[in-house]
């Protein structure tokens, strides 16, 4: 497991402080961000927290999935690595 965390569902009002601060109940939080747009700076509703520890990490997802922050409930859970998401090259635009 890592302790780099998916964070969505967010409300649009919620700052990488406040994400930082909900998360502290569950460990050290060695960074906290919510993800925004580039032209605008408006947030797109999801973030990362990392995790001083696997064990905080899981810790952060038994007790935070769900729940809510900003009285929008958190959909928690391990971050993948850009390589898990964008798969093998080999299987975009495969040329006949």
């Keep these: 497991m890592a302790s780099k965390l998916y964070v969505g569902g967010m409300s649009l009002s919620t700052t990488s402080e406040s994400l930082r601060t909900h998360f502290e109940q569950c460990g ?5 961000a ?3 747009e580039r032209d605008t ?3 797109r509703g999801f973030g990362f927290v990392e995790m001083s520890t696997d064990a905080e990490a899981e810790g952060a997802i038994a007790t935070l ?6 009285g929008q ?8 690595s850009r390589m898990e998401k964008s798969g093998p090259k080999s299987d975009r635009n495969p040329r006949l």
């Design 28 to 32: 050290k939080v060695v960074s906290a």
């Design 41 to 43: 700076a408006q947030s």
């Design 34 to 36: 919510v993800v925004t």
């Design 73 to 80: 409930p958190l959909t928690v859970n391990v971050a993948k």
């Design 65 to 70: 999935n769900q729940k809510p922050l900003d």
